[in-house]
């Protein structure tokens, strides 16, 4: 397997070298056996992912920032025409206006930016992401608090911690664990596109944090009985603490408060 001769710090390299990890990265981002239609991958590297991931789409566009591994991996898929490797920064690419997936091994500095882009994306399907352990952690709720951008996004889409995926698996080995999660967009959002607004600004306002609890923060838009009653809906205690409250609580504050 081709390899620079040095990895960029600048650009937060760690190569995913574990095969058995890269193959099962691959079968949760395509894991039908239907071939995916098409699959964006973020940082194909040294390409350990995008060719496990070749066989599973009907078209693959791989990005690569690093100028010293395109032409490699361009000369290792010459002969897949379905796979196209496109020199340049993920970022910078326009979403396609047809159903698509997100799938790659994410520089652990680049993952907010790669994630507020898949959220951005109208026709995204899923994206499927290798990212620092505790960030995949802390964005599904598995340390049983939960976070305003997934709490946010919520109603439109579902956050799942697939897998952990030790240190070792890459090169150079970085100082912590990696996790892979899966952001889907749901077919059939929870709200509709008039209620949406009104569900940012809710979990904005509560996300605030004043006045120590869920419940003052949003009696600061809500008079106190009308917040109580809805406390009672939602079966929460008022003296909550906002990164306590699951995603469910809050449709069901969101309920309460709009009916």
């Known amino acids: 397997m081709a390899r620079p001769s040095r990895t960029s710090r600048a650009l937060s390299q760690n190569f995913l070298t574990d095969q058995a990890a890269a193959e099962r990265l691959a079968r949760l981002a395509v894991p039908r056996h239907d071939p995916a239609p098409l699959v964006l991958e ?127 698996s890459f090169r150079p080995v970085p100082r912590v664990d990696a996790g892979i999660i899966r952001i889907e967009r749901r077919a059939t959002p929870l709200l509709d596109a008039g209620a949406y607004q009104g569900w940012r600004e809710l979990v904005e306002l509560g996300f605030t944090g004043v006045g120590g609890s869920l419940h003052a923060s949003l009696r600061r838009a809500y008079p106190r009985r009308r917040v109580d009653a809805a406390f009672r809906a939602a079966r929460l205690d008022p003296s909550s603490l906002v990164g306590e409250v699951p995603p469910t609580g809050w449709l069901r504050l969101h309920a309460a408060l709009t009916s």
């Not at 390409?47 to 991996?73: F, K, N, Q």
């Not at 907010?112 to 959220?119: E, G, K, Q, S, T």
């Open 42 to 168: 973020v940082g194909a590297g040294n390409g350990a992912l995008t060719t496990r991931l070749a066989p599973r789409c009907r078209r693959l566009h791989a990005y690569e920032i690093d100028p010293r591994l395109v032409p490699a991996l361009r000369a290792r898929f010459a002969d897949a025409g379905h796979v196209r490797i496109l020199g340049g920064d993920f970022l910078t690419a326009h979403p396609p206006r047809t159903p698509f997936s997100v799938a790659g091994n994410v520089p652990f500095s680049r993952t907010a930016d790669v994630v507020d882009w898949c959220l951005r994306a109208p026709a995204l399907t899923h994206a499927t992401l290798l990212t620092q352990l505790e960030y995949a952690r802390k964005r599904t709720g598995d340390y049983g608090s939960w976070t305003l951008l997934t709490v946010r996004s919520w109603p439109r889409h579902e956050w799942r911690l697939l897998a952990r995926v030790g240190r070792h």
